[in-house]
Each structure stands twice: as structure tokens, then as C-alpha cells.
């Protein structure tokens, strides 16, 4: 059995903004408060992919459709992919394989979702990190505060959500179709998103070969856990009960990878978390701080906070996960707070295990 830690580090870790509310700041150290009583692959295959103006795919089963594809640099690409589910278009950024037949990575943002101006290309630089690696990296924008799930009712500030089909349903078969893969799956998110790829997975089972969860709280449905997920859906505005209704719905449970953990088996897992305390990315000197005073503070104080809550969920989840005898790799460490120097190397560290899960 592998559930254990790869490296005994700690408790939690993340990523969050520069400028946090006071209100959310007081919430989340409330609940703070009631919570705390692993390379590269296989030679890659000389077919050559198509240009990009002759990419076409087929629709998936239930109308969505590819209706655009836009080159983004020398490397990228953007498509826009009209969803049936949410009745809108979703830009879908991809990093391509140099050749067909080669596997997917998808990669779901934190709270504020993925954007042109924020996400994992530009606070993790995943271009740089993929770059002679070989395979297809999907970064959809969107979802910001949305869990990445199939919400009840349409949201007045965040609209409909129903991202859990767009990913599972909708997206894969026409990214398989379009750049023409291997069709085997690895999925990564970070924070908020950390419980949405768990979830996924659970959903889907057999879609996504491994799953990399850094820092996020696997556990939704007990009432301190479900206070977490209200304050982070409620950062952009929206109203939990859109989601996954009143707090004795049984939806919370049914969304709860905690809960749920026993249908995590047979996928390759890798699940991470800092301690919440300092450590080398919270400094005046690293990247996501930039010298900024005020940012190192916010990023120590709340970010500690955010971290120290989602790492007394991922303790938890290993130990389900062990009780279950479900193979993990779960790294613990000894500081970090909840920011992207501490995901980068998640990232980097989970990557052999995924690729050879992937045949990457």
C-alpha cells in the first residue's frame, strides 16, 4: 500500500490573490478556528500533428461543438468550444503535443479560475515546464468560485455552472477528436479546484488515469467543511445554495470526495499540502511577492491560515485513503503556506508519477 508521505512535510498550501477581503479574511480564520482541534515517458510517436488551421473534431454527443481555434504565440493555441450544458462558448488554451496519439493534461485554477491574466500560465509558467515533455496541456478559462461543478439553478452574479459535464462529457471527446490523442487523462488543480479534480475523477471514473491535488479541502459536506466551500463561493459573488442547495441537501454529501473516497481506486493519486507556516516562497525576494510588503503579509497571514485549514482536510483524506487501502502518494510538508511558488513544485514533483500513469 502507498498511502503515506512522500516526504513528511507539513499541513497546507495554496495560492491567493493579492488583495483579500477583510470579510473573507475574518471568515476563513473562523473556520480555521473550529477545523484545527512525485519524468518524462515513453519516446514520443513521429506522426506529425495537424496544422492548426486544418483542426476540425467531431461534436460531442450532446451537441457542443468546437466553433473556433486561434494560434496564441508559436507554442499555443486557444479553442473555443460551445457547451450545450452551460449555453455559452468556453475558451479552452492548449499547449500541443509535438505529434498525435499522445495523452492530455488538464489543468483546473483556484477561486479566480484561469484566465488570459491569471492562472497557471502565468504564475506557474506551465509553457516552460511542459516544453519537449510531449504532451497536450488543456487549461480552460472560467470558473471562478465555481468548484468546477454542475450547480442546481443559474447563479444571478456567476450564471450557470455546469462544469462537472462540460469536463467529464462534453470537453474530452472533442479535445481527443481536435488534436488527435492517445486518450488517456491526467487532471491537476490547486486549491478550490483541489477538491473539484478529486470530484471529477469520482464522477468519471476511468476518464482521468491520475490526478494531481495540491492543497485543496477534500471535504465539503460536514458543517465546518461546507463553511469553507460557502466562503470561497461566495468570493466572486455567488450563492452556494445555487450549487448544491440547502445545507441538509444531499447533493453536499454526493459532492463530498471525502465521503466518496472509495471510488478513487485505480487512480493514480498524488495529494499535497503545506503546514501553513513560512517557508522559502514567503519572503520580500520570492516571485509571487515581488518586494511587496503588504503581499508578503496577506500571503503569510492569510495564506498561513488558508493552508493550516486545507491541510487538516488532506490528513484526513490520507487517512480515509489509507483505511481504504487505496494507493496514494501524499506529501506533507512541514511549511507552506496557501501560494504558487509551493504549487509550482507540486507540480513538478507529481509530473513523473502522472506521466507514467498517462504513458506520457
Given amino acids: 500500500m502507498r498511502v503515506g508521505v512522500a516526504r513528511d512535510r507539513g499541513r497546507f498550501r495554496g495560492g491567493i490573490r493579492s488583495a483579500v ?16 482541534s512525485p519524468g518524462l515517458g515513453t519516446v514520443a510517436s513521429a ?23 486561434a494560434a496564441v504565440g508559436d507554442t499555443q493555441m ?12 468556453v475558451t479552452v488554451r492548449v499547449i500541443r503535443a509535438t505529434s498525435q496519439k499522445r495523452p492530455t493534461v488538464y489543468m483546473l485554477g483556484g477561486v479566480e479560475g484561469n484566465s488570459e491574466q491569471y492562472g497557471w500560465e502565468q504564475k506557474a509558467d506551465v509553457e516552460k515546464f511542459f516544453s519537449g515533455k510531449n504532451v497536450n496541456v488543456v487549461i480552460p478559462f472560467g470558473g471562478q468560485s465555481s468548484y468546477y461543478a454542475d450547480w442546481q439553478r443559474d447563479d444571478p452574479k456567476l450564471g450557470r455552472n455546469k462544469w462537472q459535464t462540460f469536463l467529464t ?8 477528436s481536435a488534436l488527435e490523442t492517445s486518450g488517456k487523462n491526467a487532471i491537476a488543480g490547486l486549491s478550490m479546484s483541489a477538491t473539484s479534480v478529486l470530484n471529477l475523477a469520482i464522477s468519471r471514473p476511468g476518464l482521468y488515469q491520475s490526478v494531481g491535488a495540491y492543497s485543496g479541502c477534500a471535504m465539503t459536506s460536514d458543517p465546518v467543511a461546507r463553511r469553507f466551500v460557502e466562503i470561497t463561493v461566495s468570493d466572486f459573488g455567488g450563492n452556494p445554495e445555487n450549487m448544491w442547495g440547502a445545507a441538509d441537501d444531499p447533493l453536499w454529501a454526493a459532492n463530498d470526495p471525502y465521503v466518496n473516497a472509495d471510488k478513487l481506486r485505480g487512480t493514480t493519486l498524488y495529494i499535497s499540502n ?5 517557508g522559502p516562497y514567503d519572503t520580500l525576494g520570492a516571485s509571487t511577492v515581488g518586494g511587496d510588503r503588504r503581499a508578503l503579509a496577506t500571503q503569510v497571514v492569510v495564506g498561513g491560515v488558508i493552508e493550516a485549514v486545507t ?23 512541514p511549511v507552506g503556506t496557501h501560494s504558487w511558488g509551493y504549487w509550482r ?16
Fill in 345 to 360: 513544485d507540486d507540480l513538478s514533483t507529481s509530473w513523473p508519477m502522472m506521466a507514467a500513469a498517462i504513458d506520457a
Fill in 47 to 69: 506522426e506529425p500533428r495537424a496544422t492548426i488551421e486544418s483542426i476540425t473534431a467531431d461534436a460531442a454527443p450532446d451537441g457542443s461543438r468546437l466553433v473556433g481555434v
Fill in 21 to 36: 477581503s477583510v470579510r473573507r479574511v475574518a471568515a476563513v480564520v473562523t473556520v480555521a478556528g473550529a477545523l484545527m
Fill in 274 to 278: 503545506g503546514s501553513g507556516l513560512p
Fill in 169 to 176: 462529457e462534453e470537453l474530452p471527446p472533442i479535445v481527443d
Fill in 311 to 333: 491541510n487538516d482536510c488532506t490528513m484526513r483524506l490520507a487517512e480515509k485513503l489509507r483505511a481504504l487501502d487505496i494507493p496514494a502518494t501524499v506529501d506533507l510538508r
Fill in 78 to 89: 486557444n479553442l473555443t468550444v460551445h457547451s450545450t450544458a452551460m449555453d455559452k462558448d
